[in-house]
């Protein structure tokens, strides 16, 4: 446990560094009194151990990080305090105050990279389900949700994809993505399948100029941008009781994620999401390990 207030000897310290804060930058009231909390914080710690601020040498600082690690708090404040103590400590050096600087050599705590977000299959399979397929825009919804879950495509990839780009023979779709690097994606039977009867029983309705190659039309008859194709899939996703409202880019991330879950290989999943660098890739093994862990932990009587 801590103090709740530095010692006074420690505030006027503080209030002489936020002072001069405001005078040379003019920094806002709501900034200083953040300045104020992280500083009075660290103080405390200090001064819950006979330590005072000018006191305060590397080792200390990195035990109080290390504090920070122990109480789970997060790596993001961690890193904004530390930012706070270097200005502190650096005026008092250039004040002549120190001669030594403690925040020197001590690294910022690394920010874990968020996990993108997914779905599960059970989700994937009720917001594959909620088109109306009683009309045509329906059923080219169904269509586009079955391809960009079967193969992880862009969003941008998807609605601009052109007949010409379509093999269903060999089922599979020649897709140009970032850089203009091409690459084959195969297609799944199930998605194949609703292409093919979008494509006879769908398409005609959305579309009247047969030299039109787009292959998933706006209402108009002209390519969909990537904001229309977003807020069909919210109503979709209202429409299947998904819990979070899905982007077309969570199904890309839950295209991956459940290929990794079923046992597919790292470098295969990069080549159907057009990565260019593995490390990219790799962020879906720790959503799928994640996943593994949350089994473990529910079902194995030693989780």
Known sequence: MTAEHPSPRDAELIEHYLDALWLEKGLSKNTLSSYRRDLSIYACW??????????????????????????????????????????????????????????LQ???????????KSLTEAEVEALLQAPDLGDALGFRDRAMLEML?????????????????????????????????ERLVPLGDEAADWLLRYLKEARPALISDSGNEVVFPSR????????TFWHRIKRHGLTAGVAQLPSPHVLRHAFATHLLNHGADLRVVQLLLGHS??????IYTHIARHRLQSLHQQHHPRG
Request: hydrophobic share 30%; charged share 25%.
């Open 46 to 103: 200090l001064n819950s151990r006979q330590l005072f601020l000018l006191e305060s040498s590397r080792t200390d600082l990195q035990s109080y990080l290390n504090w920070r690690v122990r109480q789970r708090m997060k790596a993001s404040s961690t890193s904004r305090l530390l930012s706070c103590l270097r200005g502190f400590f650096r005026y008092q050096l250039r004040e002549g105050v120190l001669s030594v600087d403690p925040t």
């Open 106 to 116: 001590v690294e910022s705590p690394k920010r874990g990279r968020p996990l993108p």
């Open 149 to 181: 879950y079967s193969s992880g495509l862009r969003v941008s990839e998807l609605v601009g994809l052109q007949l010409s780009q379509i093999n269903l023979r060999q089922g599979v779709i020649r897709v140009v993505g970032k850089g203009d690097k």
């Open 220 to 227: 108009r008859g002209q390519q969909m941008t990537r904001q």
């Open 277 to 282: 660098d593995l490390s990219t890739t790799q």
